[in-house]
């Protein structure tokens, strides 16, 4: 990367804001990927996240003007999404609760062979659903620091909270998952055998 | 060669916020890569770790799904003279709520030359909530709760805000009706089929 990221970033907010609206792709493309895999955390689908993400970019874009330059990019623009996903995730759960409720199955995918699935949540979506277990005050440090890849500086700004009050949060949710995860491990690494 | 136990010593170490000199990283994702039991046991705590170690920043960055960017600038782009703060039609609409605004919904109150209260007023009888959700609080639709103020239904909030910028703003009502303030004729779209109401301080 060439020169200071958060100079950068404030280049392309003054280019955006004076009228280049094109300059904004080049923040769409830097934070794409880190908020898609940030709405990830909170959704049940890889298309359901792409599509938080572009209401995150959205969103962003027509508060941009709210933006103080010299403050972290990353920082406000996940704020903006940490507030998106917890209120979209709160409507899609309530619809799929008077979906379930009208007696309708919800899509899911269908059922896995067993091995295969518990791999699977142990490789593919165990990470996901450990930190999905986690109480608030660890998930969202989680989320922000491992998932978006914020500085613990950024997440300490975008919870209100204290820099060691966020790597205090850290080391318990390491401690957590760990936990979590070692305590869904099969008793026997053998795939089992067939009778 | 990597033993089983060298990498939850190599766990440990990370789970303390700290990294043991046992093995390198990459002898500890070779181990896993020929390990079927520490695989399961660590496997998913990987990324983290590479996350504690700045690999994830040095590796190729995950490409954006295909027309991701393209999408998100077409929407943007659809949306007619946005940059409401310096388009002329736009900033002229939000200087008019100041005016229109005293009279209607919104209320100030000057605290110092930086800082006004603005009192936001909702008549929704039939509502259970009101929040107030806006670019002054990252959108947050459940964090400036208004209350009550009337028996007719008449909701309030007042929230200090900083002079000299532009706010965007929407009610919630009942957690899941995102309506614009009927107080105030000027709004952007959001993006999302909805709009925004203007406020210039």
Sequence with gaps: MIGDSRTDDDEVVKKVLSGDREAYRFLVDKYGPRVISFCRSRMHSEDDAKDAAQDVFIRAYSSLASFRTGESFA??????????????????????????????EVA????ADPVEDVERSFRADGLRRAVSTLPPDMRWPVEFYYFAELSVAETARVLGLGEEAVKTRLFRARKSLRRALEEKQPKSSSRGMDI | MMKCEDTRSFVDAWEVGEMTTTCTPEEFRMHLASCPDCSRRFGALLPLMERDLDLAASASPSPLPAGFADDVMAAIGSRGRQGFVFSPLIAAAAAAIFVVGLGLGIFFTKLNSDIVTVSFLLDAPQAKSVYLAGDFNAWS????????????????????LKKGKVYVYNFVVDGTKWIVDPSVPAKVDDGFGGSGSLLRL
């Design chain 2, 141 to 160: 639709g459940d964090g400036y709760a208004l209350s009550r103020v009337r028996p007719d239904g008449k909701w309030e909030i007042k929230i200090p």
């Design chain 1, 75 to 104: 920082a406000w623009l996940f704020a903006i999404a940490a507030n998106h996903v917890r209120t979209r995730f709160r409507i899609f759960s309530s619809e799929r609760r008077k979906t379930e409720a009208a007696g309708v």
């Design chain 1, 108 to 111: 899911t995918a269908p059922p």
